[in-house]
């Protein structure tokens, strides 16, 4: 009924720069905040970078200046613009968001299913 699909990802040299994207579908009422989170092999799954409704957001100090994220509310899309990429910036990027579907009562946290960034020379 609600899906997140993302693109964008892919393999890019360090100090070069990627832009994902997520875009939300289905039968929504609304969508709280949303996010990026990723995951290195071994490591466990950590946020990014979040956004609200009314665009407040909030990043790990890893990424602190050189991510920027955003929305489009009317596109029920986010973006996470990554410029100055490392090495240590490769994982699987996850899309999440908070989503309130039509005739339901409460929110729910939904995941899109990932896309890989390589940050290697």
């Known amino acids: 009924q609600v899906q997140l699909v993302e693109s964008g990802g892919g393999l890019v040299q360090p100090g070069g720069s990627l832009r994902l994207s997520c875009a939300a579908s289905?039968?929504?009422?609304?969508?709280?905040?949303m996010a990026w989170y990723r995951q290195a092999p071994g490591e466990q799954r950590e946020l990014v970078a979040s956004i609200t409704s009314g665009g407040s957001t909030n990043y790990v100090d890893s990424v602190k200046g050189r991510f920027t994220i955003s929305r489009d509310n009317a596109k029920r899309t986010v973006y996470l613009q990554m410029n100055s990429l490392k090495p240590e910036d490769t994982a699987v990027y996850f899309c999440?968001?908070?989503?309130?579907?039509?005739?339901?009562?409460?929110?729910?946290?939904?995941w899109g299913q990932g896309t890989q960034v390589t940050v290697s020379s």
């Open positions: 289905g039968s929504i009422s609304s969508i709280n905040t």
């Open positions: 999440n968001a908070d989503i309130l579907r039509r005739w339901f009562f409460s929110e729910e946290a939904y």
